[in-house]
Nanobody, 117 residues
Framework: QVQLVESGGGLVQAGGSLRLSCAAS????????LGWFRQAPEKVREFVAA????????YCADSVKGRFTISRDYAKNTMYLQMNSLKPEDTAVYYC??????????WGQGTQVTVSS
């Protein structure tokens, strides 16, 4: 029922920052824990960060901990991923979905993040 659309990716140099957005079609996603995932070329899709249904709890994978911050704005039905101190290893297509993927219809188009060295 809910649709999530990722945006905000782009090309940045190592050490730079980006803010990704995950916009929901309505407020249905406010009842779900949400997550960011990424898939680098020739790599398996991996978990990046998660935020609880009420935004009270967040968690980031070790690979991005201390550099990325996940948040959500219920008024805008949008989740964000603030990405700082980007590394070339962060290059990937980034996706958002309910953390429980059984609640997701499918993976969206994602947004490309490319970090140059």
């Amino acid at each position: 029922q809910v649709q999530l659309v990722e945006s905000g990716g782009g090309l940045v140099q190592a050490g730079g920052s980006l803010r990704l957005s995950c916009a929901a079609s309505d407020g249905t996603a406010s009842t779900y824990a949400l997550g960011w995932f990424r898939q680098a070329p020739e790599k398996v899709r991996e978990f990046v960060a998660a935020i609880s249904w009420n935004g009270a709890n967040t968690y980031c994978a070790d690979s991005v901990k201390g550099r990325f911050t996940i948040s959500r704005d219920y008024a805008k039905n949008t989740m964000y991923l603030q990405m700082n101190s980007l590394k070339p290893e962060d290059t990937a297509v980034y996706y958002c979905n309910p953390l429980d993927l059984r609640l997701a219809d499918d993976w969206g188009q994602g947004t490309q993040v490319t970090v140059s060295s």
